[in-house]
């Protein structure tokens, strides 16, 4: 970005650089000169790099997967875009968005994900036109478990991450390993839930709200993770999906006349680390 408002309010933006990679350049130039080191040729953009430079410095980056829990601990929207880029690098030879989410098709195919419902057109998900389903969210998730690399860079309730301060009482911090999003009239959650019987419950919770989400859907994704803790001690099946306009619901659950929840030993905090969370939260 080349400028930034003063103050953050609804549809003020940073203003982006015409050109990233030149603009980069540029501000490592300045930093420099500003340590007293030279720069003759000034900063441009290349084809190709001439024949007899040297490498002054080098930065190698962390592991792929350690990149890739970052992005999904801290939803980080910059992280999301790039390895989309990337994804269109390596299965196309393009590292553009377009055959980044191409690419991103086709794995979800080869991974038999449902894609009637899937339309990816962004790697970060701040783009209204794309779509996903819980179906197919649910098939993601348990194709590759709750042991696997994708369940380990999970935000985790009360701990560092998107879900520190969520989710964080006595009964659901520490158990709760997932992955939130948030638009003005989209909200959701999904991941995996350690029970008080020490079993793995898969879920997904995904809401469209106009003209915004209202608190009352973000609340419910609290009630929903207090009944899947005690499962299998919750109301039946048909009372957690939704009903369609105009249908009566089903009784009201009552725990007063439900056999007693078994109870949740809180998970043990580890030391906490310091980090920064990213906005919005898509």
Known sequence: FVAFPEVREPGVFSTPAGDPALHTAQAFDDLLEVREVTILGGSRNVVELPEGLVEIASIESLPLIEIVDEMLTFSDNTTAELLLKELGL?????????????????????????LTSVRVVDGSGLSDVNRLSCDAIIALLESHGADSALAAGLAVSGRPGTLAFRFSGPLLSGRVHAKS???????????????????????????NEEPAVSQLMLDLQTSLLQYLINFP?????????????????????DAATAPPPPTATPVPAPTPIPAETTEPDA
């Open 233 to 253: 001690d919750a109301p039946p099946i048909e009372e957690l999906v939704p009903l369609p306009p105009g249908d009566e619901p089903h009784a009201v659950y």
């Open 181 to 207: 999003g948030s638009l003005t009239t989209v909200t959701g959650l999904a991941g995996f839930v350690e029970t008080a019987r020490d079993e793995t419950v898969t879920f997904a919770y995904v809401v």
């Open 90 to 114: 390596a299965f196309a030879d393009d590292g553009s968005t377009d055959s980044g989410a191409l690419a991103a098709f086709e794995i979800l195919g080869t991974a038999a994900i449902d």
